[in-house]
């Protein structure tokens, strides 16, 4: 069973960036692709990017490209979310997952989310 932990969140100003963060309790993280999502008050859960294990592939939803990068640090079982020129309607929780599967279909571990708040 692995745990995650995201942290980073916070208030920040549109145009403003904020790197969240998602730490893994097992060193298994390292063979996982891994997620980020969002959920924005009323919304549903929608998905943000994606990254294989070893982090040579990402893919973003459209509303973040050229804006979000994720990354990962397997020595750290660590991934990332770097999000920068940042808009009032990325205010959301944001939660990480990881898929043991590698097929970005399974997510079956989750963090409890951190949130981030854009202010216009």
């Known amino acids: 069973q692995v745990q995650l932990v995201e942290s980073g969140g916070g208030l920040v100003q549109a145009g403003g960036s904020l790197r969240l963060s998602c730490a893994a309790s097992d060193r298994t993280f390292s063979s996982y692709a891994m997620g980020w999502f969002r959920q924005a008050p009323g919304k549903e859960r929608e998905f943000v990017g994606r990254?294989?294990?070893?982090?040579?592939?990402?893919r973003y939803a459209d509303s973040v490209k050229g804006r979000f990068t994720i990354s990962r640090d397997n020595a750290k079982n660590t991934v990332y979310l770097q999000m920068n020129s940042l808009k009032p309607e990325d205010t959301a929780v944001y939660y990480c997952a990881a898929d043991p599967s590698g097929t970005y279909l399974h997510y079956a571990y989750w963090g409890q989310g951190t949130q981030v708040t854009v202010s216009s």
């Open positions: 990254i294989n294990w070893s982090g040579g592939s990402t």
